[in-house]
């Protein structure tokens, strides 16, 4: 039987060997990320132990049509129940939110600090992103860049695994 760590490590190492050859040196693929979306509500502890899911996607409409997708299958422990999008942070609260490369950031993460929800968002060369998990390549592998500071004020409890495979901001 394969524990939820060896199988993280299992996808992750997966993913790293189909990486892209077309991207720039930091860009994840679209669908990459939200594959490796399902595995990352897993390494949040508020997040592992919810049965529902839901997800609000600013300014990333092929993110936004992906996860659009995989409403009603599981992530992690829990069960992805709505998918949203929009160009300005939502009024209600979801449980993450995803803050596209040309999204306002300020905004999202003044929403993500109130309503204590996770903020990811794509790491891009040249472009500053903020949140708490970023996701990128590096040396050709998926990498995760996780901003402790910013997931403290997100309320976020980390499983130890993800932070000895991210990054540290």
Request: hydrophobic share 45%.
């Amino acid at each position: 039987m394969i524990t939820s760590s060896k199988h993280f490590l299992a996808t992750l190492f997966l993913f790293s060997a189909l990486a892209v050859n077309n991207c720039t040196a930091e860009e994840l693929p679209i669908r990459l990320q939200v594959a490796l979306m399902s595995k990352i509500v897993a390494m949040e502890h508020n997040l592992a132990t919810k049965q529902k899911i839901s997800i609000f996607v600013l300014g990333a409409p092929k993110v936004f049509e992906l996860l659009q997708q995989d409403i009603g299958f599981q992530m992690g422990n829990s069960k992805l129940v709505a998918v949203d999008q929009g160009d300005r942070p939502p009024e209600k609260q979801y449980d993450v939110i995803y803050i596209g490369a040309f999204a306002e950031n300020k905004q999202a993460m003044a929403y993500a600090k109130r309503y204590n929800v996770m903020s990811l968002y794509p790491k891009i060369a040249g472009k500053t992103q903020i949140g708490s998990l970023g996701l990128g390549i590096k040396s050709g592998k998926p990498t995760f860049y996780l901003d402790l500071e910013q997931s403290e004020a997100e309320n976020l409890h980390w499983n130890a695994k993800i932070i000895k495979l991210a990054q540290l901001k």
